[in-house]
């Protein structure tokens, strides 16, 4: 078929289908065929019958909130941009993809693209925008594809561009191919990618909505919110705020990985336990240890916390976050200290080098992990990596720089046990290691005194 | 001008340095007329700011000192180095101050545990990955910390007498040390690497002497500053007190130099030998210090021709650096023996000319390995002594004086190690007939690395003798403190072993006005770091005469001078071999009959050579460098004001990065080890100069800062307006030395399209009133810019 998904890509059947229902149902390359299924329905009904205003306010009815990460709610930034009274002002749809693993955005831009382009022009005319750009992930080719033909669909049957629906609203839509990186999902390296700039974060304040892309107000939005957006638009408010919990209304798409039956993309109500996302993955397949909620900047919650609700505060409290909506499962042979040195190795190699707590802090903690993996720790290792870790967050540039420690700190929490053994007795508790693994890597740089000054 | 370069500009404001304590904030410049003001709250204290500005604009106005690295006032905040962060009540981590705007009401802690721990952090991270140096390590070694790479640089030229001026600098006697110094910085030589280290002292010994040579006035480091009216009473004509004097005088303040003896010079003059140190010569260099206007006060010995009380009243400070002049006993039976001889009394004679009969034909022991003893040694041979023996309890390598031991071999001295005496052997008449030995094995090694000796029982040997000299050290005589009037005796406190007390760093006793230094506070140790000890409580004294508080921290961190100590080095690759120039010398059998000089020092052509070896391992940016400024402020490197830190202590040492330097640039000269990646060259150039020539490159510890795929300067837009070098707070970019050229303008060509004055980054070209008015004035063939530049034109 010709709407197929990349081959990684697999949505799993349980849970509540809202955003995926239509992908495999819809024609990605064909406008009418999403017209069929009641696509563009909501953005007709936003531009002729309702005022920006109400829009916002029925995005706020329904408790929309930032599916990127964060959980800011939606109808805040739009209004913040609206209300700034600004003569230009844009929408950003983020499709830059930080965590690779996450599936949830690349499945929506390939096997539905226009409801993402449906969301981008809603939060257009409730921000009074005149620009929506989709900024997505240049190795996602199809996506992309996909996404410059619906684009081009939508503007010449007037539902984007000039004078959409025969209103006098106008909304200028375009598709932008950027590098991807991790650090390019983060809203203000995003900005400054689109604006010609090496993609590194700003100082945030100013928020993107007082200043952003070429300094003037911008709206930095997730595809995946902007879908529930178009979703509420054409459903209602109370349909989305049907499902969920009093704070964090609605769906998400969470990607289940590791070590379960059917791993893939699970579309779940927030507030599902983590114990019923790994059953509805198809189940464990060894002895559940740890889950890492959150991507490279998530955190590890241990078998006892299976329990705890998908849902932005409550993971927050765990340690872990929403993040990307990737929840790695783990069982009994996965090395918790190798698994902390995977994420943090991916935050230190992916860092963009402008904070320097980042640049160097993050490396110096891959390069502890390293000694404790390979038993040849210094004697302050433990201490370092809690105490600069704390440091990394506090100084944070950007979030995800005060996230990347979370996976070390949370598993040196839960599992220290795993830590001790590694770095004292050089024994992998879970087996999984040939410790000390890593001890032919040290030794061309002099063992532990790698850099060790001339005296 | 102030004492050399090293201070940078850490000469602050002195009012408030942070340390959270509450302090009355006044603002050092007035506010913008018509902005509002808003109230706030900064570390304790209610204060008033400007509508609009950053924390750190409303911090830098009250005088309170935020670091910074990457902030560049011209520009927008950046956030790269997170060092400006302070904390913000209700607001979540450690904001960084320059980007976050002031609001009314904010309360604002700027030197919490937190964020002082969070900097610190941020400085020992940019160390991990910086490799590069602030001092070459012979510099550090130096007591004196007197700029070798600067002198070596003007020996290679020939240009004897700026080289002089730069050791001048920080050490006031370069021919004096460059023949009595054990040259502390020559073990630490970077050549050493490549072949053999450098002959540092040799060569300051020769751009020195030539120096003296001429009969013109002594270079001084700086133009002497005006007098002050201040008196200061300079007690001991020695190193410390010459040298305190020298940079007391150069500063406007006036020395009178009380001495015991009738002339200058103190241990140089009465404790070294004149073989090793020409009297003559040594004066010709001391007297540097009278041409200053500082004035002698001979024969007045402490405690038996004046008293401090006496004169305490008539000057504004009294420095105290009188030396060691009472050898340490040996403790061991026999002491009283006829035969014993003091060996500083000895040398004492000696070096006056004053024949000593006692030794001609003598048998002589010296006990001791320092300098003491093998002075001792060389002058008994010298006197006509049948047989001189040295003994020292140590090894070779841990003698202090190991350097002449193999010349006072080659004169006939007999030495022995690892043996210490256990009494003295006496016949009937009490006369020395001999010393007992023990032998001594070396043990567990000491703090400073050299190994313990223990005895080793039934190992006992005598040596047959009828002479011995004891030189086995020297502490301070103190015995003038019993005979000072009660509030004075009060305040001067001897230590446990016998030295006087006075505060680390700023030499400070606890009675007022009085402050003490060299030996007597040290104990016996060497002239390079007695004439240390006189430089830098010569700068205590000039700040405390120039009422300013010592121990405020601003203060302190001027006159302690403390030195960051970063030695990752890359090891030296260089296969170019050069032999050390070696000084030609009078042979032992020549030698050891008479008191001549016997070393004759370098041509001219050998110092230039030797000079020429010199690796140049120093920083270019060494006197402005932000990063070196907050390193000593933060105390996150080796810094001698509180305790000593070295780079083995930063916790975060790893994996790190040994870039090149590029000089393929005309005007820039760029050395990535020692970017820090803060990312101002890149934004002054694409914000303000246009040019965009520096960006981030790689990610991760391995971004750096350079132009597109690191190529030279040369193939980018640059168009060589130095602004990257101006704004670059280490010493990554700098201007590359040249030499000036002067330059003309035809003002018959000029269409007055003010680019020149645009593009000047440091405002030589401006358009003033006169500029815009010249255009009337174009029949005028030829208009002189000098005689433009002299007209007074309103500032703007």
Redesign the interface.
Known sequence: MAGALSPQIRILSAGEHRLVTDIGRVDPGSLDSYRTHGGYAGLERAVTRLSPEEVIAEIEAAGLRGRGGSGYPAAEKWRAVRGSGADRRIVIANLMGADPSALGDRALAEGNPHLIVEGALIAAYASGAGEAIVAVRREWTEAIQRLRVAAAEATDAHLAGYLMFGTDTSVQLSIWEGSG?YVAGEETALIAALSG??G?P??R?PYPTERGLWTVPSVVQNAETLAHAAWILSHSADAFASVGTDASRGTKLVTVMGRVAEPGLLEVPLGTPLRELVAMAGGPTGTTKALFVGGPGGGALDAGELGTPYDYEPLEAAGAIIGSGAVLVADTSTCMVDSARFFADFS??????????C??????LV?ALDRILAATP?P?DFT?LRE?SK?V?????CKLE?LAPAPILTTLARFEDEYRAHAERGECLAGACQTPRLRPLLEP?GGTD?????? | MGFGTTNGHATGNGNGTGGGKVTDYTPLWPMVPGTRKISVTINGTQVEAEEGQTILQACRVLGIDIPTLCYEPKLA???????C?VEVEGVE??P?SC???ITEGMVITTHSE?VI??RR??LE??F??HDAYCLPPCQFKCPTRVDIPGYLKQNTLGNWEEATRILKRSLPFPAILGRVCPAPCETHCRREEVDTAIAIRDSHRYCADRVLEVDAPAPIPWPKDPPTGRRVAVIGAGPAGMSAAYYLQLRGHHCDVFEAEPEQGGMLRYGIPQYRLPKGWMDRELNHVWELGAELKPNMRLGRDFHLGDIIDDYDAIYVGIGCYKSNELGIPGEDADGMVNALENLYNSTRGVPVPRLKGARVVVIGGGFTAIDCTRTSVRQGAAEVTLVYRRDLKDMPAADEAHEAIEEGARLIFQAAPTRIMTDENNKVTGVEFQRMKLGEPDEKGRRRPEPMAGTEFVVECDTVLGAIGQGPDLGWIESEPEEIRAGLEVSRRGTLVSEEHIFRTDVPKVFASGDVRTGAATVVEAIGEGRRASYAIDYWLRGHDLDDPQVRRIVTEPQPNF???V?FTDDVKEPRAIMGKLEADERKTNFNEYEFGYTGDQAMAEASRCLQCTCEAIGHCDLREAAIEYETTLNMAIDER???DN??????HGYGRDETHSFILRDYSRC??C?RCAQVCKEIVGAGCY??I???????VTTADYVSLNETPCVSCGRCAETCPVGALMPRPRVLETYQLDISRCIFCGICADACPYDALRCGPEFEFSEYQRDLPMLDILEMSDRERPTR
């Open positions: 990186a700039d090496r590194m700003l100082i304040p230190a190699r992916e860092a963009c080098g402008k904070a320097v707590p640049r160097i802090g993050t490396r110096r390069e210094r302050n370092l600069l440091k967050s506090d100084t944070a540039l005060r740089l790698a850099a060790a000054p001339l005296e | 905040p950046y956030g790269a180095c997170r060092i962060a981590g450690t960084i980007g976050t705007t937190r721990e969070n952090m941020v991270l940019i991990s990955d030695l990752t080095i090891p070295s780079i083995q916790p975060y040492v790893g994996v790190n820090i990646d990312g960006d981030f790689g990610k991760g510890l391995d971004s750096l």
